[in-house]
């Protein structure tokens, strides 16, 4: 007979199969969040249950009326990104209906636990983030101290899983760095964490690393991907990042033999506040026809043509048109059914994987990888 798996463990195995690309999602930065607070949930609600029955999941032994373990029901919360389903275990054979105190704190702190998902991955969590988490509006914790520390032992451990696992075995082709804004602790301005993603040779999303830093600056970038390099992070033929100055001298310094892509996301949106909104269509469309033309010799004439015709009407957007250009239209370099994932930051492309997995798995690919990493970068 097949063990029952507490739903903790579930939802770790499912987290676990999101950051290794075995678990196929829509939006890859919402599903870890939501897995990642549903695993804390799940954690809180079964140390609750810890505490009033006295043992653990697989321990016998209780005594007349103290309960005894009847299952679980799956509740819901509703949070940021979107409805959270976990499973929350119930409890029978007591001699008053166990009502859960935890579960009904939860429903007015959603937001604290999203907060509390992202600093898991970015740097871990302690004890005290897991009582600030678990207390009453009065100050009461709702789980025992001896509840609170074995669950922090087990989530630390995770981190510590994430965070040091070898990176040499995915074999990553395409590298997407991006530093996104996240409120780590409730209360407190929010603040960068650096998060990196990767397509490996196979075609699998992989999510590298996490980590919170004080600002993007080079040195805080350069011990990300010293961190990376360290654990086995290989020469990746394309790195994607936004225009950080302090990301893009990193990858510099520390991926001197990969290409570097400009995210064309973020500089659209700069070029869409720099141009008046009558003549943003006609603008947007000769920028993207040069940034997606068949060549960079193309791109390169067609943004010699847009130059001439706004660079007196419009020279603070020609000016942002032009800054770091080679580097906007770098994935041209890359196989054609490849560039549409590639040269952005935003890795909600489902296109990717249906269509191109296959192709990454052939013989061609090889062929090209090789090609491009003999043929130098300066072309």
Known sequence: MTK???????????LNDLIDGRLRVDNAKSDLVQLATRLIIEEGL?????????RG?????????????????????????????????????????????LRAHLKGHSEGLEDLAIEM??????VRDIEDAFKDEQGRLLLSRTAVSEMGERLWADYQEFSKRDLGEYDIAYLFIDGIAERLRPGQRREPVLAAWGFSHSGVKVLLSMMAGSKEDSETVSAFF?????????????VTSDGAPGIIKAIEICLPKSAR????????????????????????????????????????????????????????AV?????????????????????????????LERLFLE?????????????????????????
Not at 226 to 238: A, F, S, T
Not at 326 to 337: D, G, K, T, Y
């Open 46 to 54: 079964e140390a609750e249950v810890r505490d009033a029955l006295g």
């Open 319 to 347: 000016t942002c048109f032009t800054d770091d250009f080679e580097a906007c239209i770098a994935h041209l370099r890359m196989p054609v059914n490849h560039r549409r994932a590639i040269r952005t930051t935003n890795l």
């Open 121 to 126: 991955l970015a740097r871990g969590l302690s």
């Open 57 to 101: 999941y697989y321990e016998h032994g209780e005594a007349p009326g103290q309960g005894y373990r009847n299952g679980s029901r799956e509740g819901h919360l509703k949070t940021a990104e979107g409805r959270i389903a976990y499973s929350a275990p119930q409890v029978a054979g007591t001699g008053e209906a166990f009502r859960s105190e």
């Open 226 to 238: 010293q961190d990376m390099r360290g654990r086995g992070l290989g020469d990746p033929l394309l």
């Open 261 to 316: 892509q400009r995210c064309l996301a973020h500089r659209m949106r700069n070029l869409a506040a720099k141009v008046p909104e009558d003549l943003w269509p006609e603008f947007k469309a000769r920028a993207t026809a040069a940034y997606q033309a068949p060549s960079r010799a193309i791109a390169r004439d067609l943004a010699d043509g847009l130059v001439r015709d706004y660079e007196t009407e419009l020279p603070s």
């Open 4 to 14: 029952r798996l507490p739903g903790s463990e579930r939802t770790r195995e499912a």
């Open 355 to 379: 269509v191109v997995s296959t192709f990454f798995r052939t013989f061609v690919f090889g062929l090209v990888a090789d090609l491009v990493r003999r043929t130098s970068f300066a072309a």
